[in-house]
């Protein structure tokens, strides 16, 4: 009985932990697909786009731990080549990310949303690294805050 109880609990882990791997796997071969495509007409080109963003940093100021927060990063595809971005990835999971998912094309604006939940105490400097078809392949962003810790 015990046997059999044990099995069906490793076959389900088996199976969760397939299946979320198989799923992640395709995301990113989707977005690196993507950016194959467009590195590849970009280098037959010379054209690139550019990324030209309001402001790099963002400073939420002082906030009590635990309060959500987020800021919303405008930017201008000033290039000349449609604007891909690929993956956001914040430098820890208190910072998470959320990016167009379509082409920017020149000229064209676009939005990133950084939302940051507070944790940690004292200040904190967390960045956001954007995997881009730039000429330097990547974009960094930065937002600060002052945590307080909870009373």
């Known amino acids: 009985?015990?046997?059999?109880?044990?099995?069906?609990?490793?076959?389900?882990?088996?199976?969760?932990?397939?299946c979320k791997e198989n799923a992640t796997e395709k995301v990113n071969e989707e977005n690196v697909e993507n950016v194959e495509k467009t590195a590849e007409v970009q280098?037959?080109?010379?054209?690139?786009?550019?990324?030209?963003?309001?402001?790099?940093?963002?400073?939420?100021?002082t906030i009590e731990q635990g309060t959500h927060v987020?800021?919303?990063?405008?930017?201008?595809?000033?290039?000349?080549?449609p604007l891909v971005i690929?993956?956001?990835?914040g430098s820890c999971g208190c910072t998470v990310p959320q990016y167009p998912k379509e082409p920017i094309n020149p000229g064209e604006t676009g939005e990133l949303t950084v939302k940051f939940n507070g944790s940690g105490q004292n200040q904190r400097n967390n960045s956001v690294t954007l995997t881009t078809n730039t000429e330097k392949g990547s974009e960094r962003l930065t937002v600060k805050a002052f945590v307080n810790p909870k009373s």
């Open 70 to 81: 987020e800021h919303v990063f405008k930017f201008t595809n000033t290039g000349d080549a």
């Open 1 to 18: 009985m015990k046997k059999t109880i044990l099995l069906s609990v490793f076959s389900v882990f088996l199976i969760f932990t397939s």
């Open 43 to 61: 280098a037959n080109s010379g054209k690139f786009p550019v990324m030209s963003f309001e402001s790099t940093t963002h400073d939420f100021g």
């Open 86 to 89: 690929s993956s956001a990835k």
